[in-house]
């Protein structure tokens, strides 16, 4: 494959030399020469997640669809070879055109500009993960930087989530955005001590109606809490009375006889006796 891939690069090169061939012939000679080949396993070749990464890094830094030739030349990867042609061919990541037998870069989201970005954040108003734009084009994340200024989008961060930032459309059903002074009272008025019940002691005293209550239903969560130990300490004590009480079995059976016939005699016999 090789010794092909240098054949055809120099007689290229000696065409176009020459001034004989067109683009248009060149390209029909790249497809007519594209056929997948099974190497088996050839010794000292690349192991296969390595090949893929060298394809995946070659399309993603061209950012447009490429020929096998075009890969090999860049990634030194043939990718006609049977077993790396089936993982790209079925790789998330890469597209196959069947006709113009050109493999391409297919990142998560579709944008390629800033305007596209905006489109594609505005499309999902329930969020978007900024690490999931890293792949689209080279400049996607000053351009979602640009869009956060211009006020044209939020970027929020989701700490149950390892601190990942979300990028969110600017809806503007919301209005117009807070005054400066509102925004630093978010930041220097203390609500609450830290705790719930503070932040719901802080609305009490504004007048505002609070849903829940933190001590009732703390409350609650103790009395059953309490109902639960005390289900099991009953269980417990039941299990120990059935355990301890096993070593009386003997005491019925060595004595038995001796009781059952002195019912029978009556008391005056026992007395007697």
């Not at 006609?80 to 990142?107: I, S, W």
């Not at 979602?144 to 989008?153: H, P, Q, S, Y």
């Not at 705790?195 to 009395?223: I, S």
């Amino acid at each position: 494959l090789e010794a092909q891939a240098g054949a055809r690069r120099d007689a290229s090169s000696a065409a176009a030399a020459a001034g004989k061939g067109t683009p248009t012939e060149a390209a029909r000679d790249a497809k007519a020469d594209f056929q997948v080949v099974d190497m088996g396993a050839a010794a000292g070749r690349v192991p296969l997640p390595a090949r893929v990464k060298r394809v995946l890094d070659c399309l993603h830094a061209a950012q447009r669809p490429l020929r096998w030739a075009e890969i090999y030349d860049v990634a030194m990867v043939d990718v006609r070879e049977r077993e790396l042609f089936d993982v790209l061919k079925e790789h998330p990541k890469v597209r196959f055109d069947e006709l113009d037998k050109r493999f391409t870069y297919q990142a998560m989201y579709d944008c390629r500009s800033k305007e596209e970005l905006l489109l594609t954040i505005q499309g999902m108003p329930e969020g978007l993960a900024v690490a999931d734009l890293r792949d689209t084009y080279a400049a996607v994340l000053d351009d979602v930087r640009a869009l956060r200024e211009e006020g044209r989008i939020f970027l929020l961060t989701n700490n149950e989530k390892g601190n990942t930032q979300v990028a969110y459309p600017v809806d503007e059903a919301f209005g117009p955005p807070a005054p400066e002074r509102v925004v630093a009272m978010w930041d220097v008025e203390s609500l609450a001590d830290g705790t719930l019940e503070g932040v719901e002691r802080e609305l009490r005293a504004r007048g505002l109606r609070v849903a829940g209550n933190v001590a009732a239903r703390e409350e609650a969560q103790g009395v059953r809490a309490g109902k639960a130990q005390k289900e099991h300490r009953k269980r417990m004590q039941k299990r120990l009375r059935k355990v301890t009480n096993t070593h009386l079995l003997s005491l019925f059976e060595e004595g038995g006889a001796a009781a059952g016939e002195a019912a029978a005699a009556g008391p005056g016999a026992c007395a007697h006796k």
